[in-house]
C-alpha cells in the first residue's frame, strides 16, 4: 500500500507589498508576493542584491510589517492583525532567528548565551540548563559549553546561533545569509546541520543564501527578482 504523507501549510502570505519612497524614486522591496509553506519544510530564498529576500524573511518574521498584504501563521494567527505586544509573544514564542553575524552577547558563554533564548519560552531552571546544553549539543558543541564568543571560531560561534535559535523549539526558522563568512566546506556543514536538526524538531526553515551549492539541502528554491517571486 501506497504511504501518502499530507502536508499541512504553515504559512499563507498573500499579495505583500512593501514601498520606500526615496526622493523621486520608489524602491519595491515587496511587490506583491504570494507565498505559501507547509509545515517542516526547508525552503531556501535566492536572488540577486536588493530583490527583497531578507524584507521577505523579515516579514514572516513578524520583524518588520507589509503595507500591503497578509500574512497568516496556521492556524490562526493573522500577524497585520497583532498589536506589537503580542507580536513580539508570537516572535518570541513560534520563530528562531539565524543572521549572518551571530550576534553573540561577548560576555556570556555559550551555553549562556543559548539559555538566553530558550528563557524566552518561559523555561527555567534545570529544565531551562537541559534545553541549552541539549541544544548545544545537537550541533556539535557539547563540550564547549563554558567558552566565550571570543573562544570560539567562526563557523563554531555560528553554531552556537543556530543552537540558540533552536532552543526554543520554534515552528519557524529564519535564516538570512548564515554563511557568508565561512569557508565553503564549513557553510557547508552549517546548512546541513540547520536542515538535519530542524527536520528532526520537526521545524520549518525559510533561508536566504548566495551560495548555490547549499541549495541541494532545500526541499525547494524561491528565485525573487525586484520584489517578486520568479515562477519556476
Ligand atoms: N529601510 C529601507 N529604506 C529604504 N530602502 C530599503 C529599506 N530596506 C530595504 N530597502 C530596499 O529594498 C530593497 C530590498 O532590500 P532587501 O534587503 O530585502 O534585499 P536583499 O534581497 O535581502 O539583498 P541582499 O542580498 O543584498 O541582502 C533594496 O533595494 C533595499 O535598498
Ligand atoms: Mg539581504
Redesign the pocket.
Known amino acids: 500500500m501506497e504511504t501518502q504523507t499530507v502536508s499541512q501549510t504553515l504559512i499563507r502570505a498573500t499579495n505583500l507589498k512593501?514601498y520606500?519612497n526615496?526622493g523621486e524614486t520608489t524602491?519595491?522591496?515587496?511587490d506583491g508576493v504570494d507565498l505559501t509553506v507547509d509545515e517542516g519544510e526547508f525552503v531556501a530564498?535566492v536572488?540577486?542584491?536588493?530583490?527583497?529576500?531578507?524584507?521577505?524573511?523579515?516579514m514572516l518574521g513578524g520583524v518588520?510589517t507589509p503595507d500591503e498584504g497578509s500574512i497568516t501563521i496556521l492556524p490562526d494567527v493573522e500577524l497585520s492583525s497583532l498589536k506589537p505586544g503580542d507580536l513580539t509573544d508570537f516572535r518570541r514564542k513560534y520563530v528562531g532567528f539565524v543572521f549572518q553575524f551571530y550576534s553573540l552577547i561577548p560576555t556570556l558563554t555559550a551555553l549562556e548565551n543559548v539559555e538566553m533564548a530558550a528563557e524566552l519560552v518561559n523555561l527555567k531552571g534545570k529544565e531551562l540548563h537541559q534545553r541549552a546544553e541539549e541544544a548545544l549539543e545537537s550541533v556539535g558543541l557539547k563540550d564547549r559549553n563554558g567558552s566565550y564568543p571570543s573562544q570560539l571560531s567562526g563557523g563554531e560561534r555560528q553554531r552556537v546561533a543556530i543552537a540558540r535559535a533552536l532552543a526554543k523549539r520554534p515552528r519557524l526558522i529564519l535564516v538570512?545569509?548564515p554563511t557568508g563568512q565561512l569557508d565553503d566546506k564549513t557553510a557547508d556543514e552549517i546548512v546541513k546541520l540547520i536542515r538535519d536538526v530542524s527536520k528532526s524538531y520537526g521545524s520549518t526553515v525559510l533561508m536566504?543564501t548566495?551560495d548555490r551549492a547549499q541549495l541541494k539541502y532545500a526541499d525547494r528554491v524561491i528565485d525573487?527578482r525586484s520584489?517578486k517571486i520568479l515562477d519556476v
Open positions: 512593501k520606500y526615496l524602491v519595491k522591496a515587496l530564498i536572488g540577486p542584491s536588493g530583490s527583497g529576500k531578507s524584507t521577505l524573511v523579515n518588520d538570512d545569509e536566504v548566495h525573487m520584489g
